[in-house]
C-alpha cells in the first residue's frame, strides 16, 4: 500500500505570512496532484506535477516535486484569509490508482 | 457547465434499509470512482471504473456495490446499510489519459442509524 504523508496537519498563520505543506511518501508516483477543499464541497484540482523537480506556479502557490518523484511542497506566499481549506495531495501510481494524503487544514486570519 | 453531480446530498437512513446514491458526469470521462471521508483516515477509494461495464474494487469495498450501464453515470449502492458506513461520499470523474486530476462532485452525506 503507498502511503503518503502531510505535514503539518494544521496551520494557523496570520494574513501576509507564508505557508508550506509538505507531502511525503517511500513510494515513486508518476504524478502528484494537489487539490483545495472548503468546508460542504469536494476537492477541487489545482495543479498535477509529473517531472522530478518540476516547478510550477498559480498565483501566489508554488507547487514542486522532488527529483525522486516522491514527495512535493506546496508554498503560499503572502496568504489571504480566501486561502483557507483543507489542502490535499494525492499520488497518481501507474494505471488508475490514486492515493491521498491525510490533509492539511490551513486557516489565514485577517 | 461541466460538473460532477450526486444525490442527495444529505441523507438519514436506518441500517439495513437499501439505499442508491447516483452520481452523473457530463464531461464524456472513461473514469469513475467514489470515495468515502472520514476524519483523520482521509479520503479512502470504494470502487473504481475505467469505463462502461469495467469496475474495479478500490480500498475499503466492503458494503458496496456499484454499476457503470452508461459512460455518464455511476451509483453507489448499498444493500444493507450501516452505522460503520456513515460517512461523507465523493463521486469523482476524469479523463482516461494517466495524469489528469479528477473533477468531484459536492459530496453526499450518510447518516445510519
Known amino acids: 500500500t503507498q502511503l503518503l504523508e502531510q505535514s503539518p496537519q494544521f496551520l494557523s498563520i496570520q494574513e501576509g505570512e507564508n505557508l508550506t505543506v509538505y507531502c511525503n511518501s517511500s513510494s515513486v508516483f508518476s504524478s502528484l496532484q494537489w487539490y483545495r477543499q472548503e468546508p460542504g464541497e469536494g476537492p477541487v484540482l489545482l495543479v498535477t506535477?509529473?517531472?522530478?523537480?518540476e516547478v510550477k506556479k498559480l498565483k501566489r502557490l508554488t507547487f514542486q516535486f522532488g527529483d525522486a518523484r516522491k514527495d512535493s511542497s506546496l508554498h503560499i506566499t503572502a496568504a489571504q484569509p480566501g486561502d483557507t481549506g483543507l489542502y490535499l495531495c494525492?499520488?497518481?501510481?501507474?494505471?488508475?490508482?490514486?492515493?491521498f494524503g491525510g490533509g492539511t487544514r490551513v486557516l489565514v486570519k485577517p | 457547465e461541466a460538473q460532477v453531480t450526486q444525490n442527495p446530498r444529505y441523507l438519514i437512513t436506518v441500517t439495513g434499509k437499501k439505499l442508491t446514491v447516483t452520481c452523473s458526469q457530463n464531461?464524456?470521462?472513461?473514469?469513475m470512482s467514489w470515495y468515502r471521508q472520514d476524519p483523520g483516515l482521509g479520503l479512502r477509494q470504494i470502487y473504481y471504473s475505467m469505463n462502461v461495464e469495467v469496475t474495479d474494487k478500490g480500498d475499503v469495498p466492503e458494503g458496496y456495490k456499484v454499476s457503470r450501464k452508461e459512460k455518464r453515470n455511476f451509483p453507489l449502492i448499498l444493500e444493507s446499510p450501516s452505522p460503520n458506513q456513515t460517512s461523507l461520499y465523493f463521486c469523482a470523474s476524469r479523463m482516461r489519459t494517466d495524469n489528469y486530476g479528477y473533477t468531484f462532485g459536492s459530496g453526499t452525506r450518510l447518516t445510519v442509524v
Open positions: 506535477v509529473v517531472t522530478g523537480g
Open positions: 494525492a499520488g497518481q501510481a501507474a494505471g488508475n490508482k490514486l492515493t
Open positions: 464531461m464524456n470521462h472513461e473514469y
